[in-house]
């Protein structure tokens, strides 16, 4: 069975460019999560969609946005870029319901000069 | 509010011996899942082991324990016969009553021979 996976793997972008990082669930997960993880702040939750809503969001600005297709493969956007947006991004997969599991792709790694 | 907390941010492991990697939480709620994710210099964050609030006995996959002992708030994670590949940041996750995960700073362990 195919692991959660993400594209791109790295990605290099200017201040003020938008970006989209794409997220494919392990088949038959229908939760797709995304998280940032930076070596200040450390791992913080932005926002899970379940069967193409957002149901649950962290405390980021607007500019982080995502959504969710009906095959549960998700993205993310982040509009007008600023330096500390530079992070990598997680994203994790799990199936409905399944509260002991969250599993993780391999991440996005950005970074905005 | 809820918290995880990892106190130890780094530690070093002799090959082949064992090592307790701690974990204690901060939460209200009755139901809640803990999670230790391993992540290497890869970026990916892998899946180790789970304890469930409600789980009467410690959680253990392979070389891996979990010490739960709810009333102190622990969830330390034991790794037995340490191995070179285990060298890696560590980290503690409690899936909150918005099923989001709250990540603990990490732990980096090296394994030396």
């Known amino acids: 069975k195919a692991g959660v996976t993400q594209t791109p793997r790295y990605l290099i972008k200017t201040r003020g460019q938008q970006v989209t990082l794409s997220c494919s669930p392990i088949?038959?997960?229908?939760?797709v999560s995304w998280y940032q993880q930076t070596p200040g702040q450390g791992l913080q939750f932005l926002f899970e969609y379940f069967s193409e809503t957002q149901r649950n969001k962290g405390n980021f600005p607007g500019r982080f946005s995502g959504r969710q297709f009906s095959n549960s493969r998700s993205e993310m956007n982040v509009s007008t870029l600023e330096l500390g947006d530079s992070a990598l991004y997680l994203c994790?997969?799990?199936?409905?319901?399944?509260?002991?599991?969250?599993?993780f792709g391999p991440g996005t790694r950005l970074t905005v000069l | 509010a809820q918290k995880i907390t990892q106190t130890q941010p780094g530690m070093f492991v002799q090959e082949k011996e064992a090592v307790t990697l701690d974990c204690t939480y901060d939460t209200s709620d009755q139901s809640y899942g803990l999670f230790w994710y391993k992540q290497p210099s890869s970026g990916e964050m892998i899946f180790l082991i789970y304890?469930?609030?409600?789980?009467?006995q410690n959680a253990t996959e392979g070389r891996y324990s979990l010490n739960f002992q709810k009333a102190r708030k622990s969830a330390n994670l034991v790794i037995s016969a340490s191995q070179l590949g285990d060298s890696a940041m560590y980290f503690c996750a409690m899936r909150d009553n918005t099923d989001k995960l709250i990540f603990g700073t990490g732990t980096r362990l090296q394994v030396f021979p």
């Open positions: 304890q469930g609030s409600y789980d009467e």
């Open positions: 088949s038959g997960h229908r939760s």
């Open positions: 994790a997969s799990s199936r409905a319901g399944a509260t002991n599991e969250q599993f």
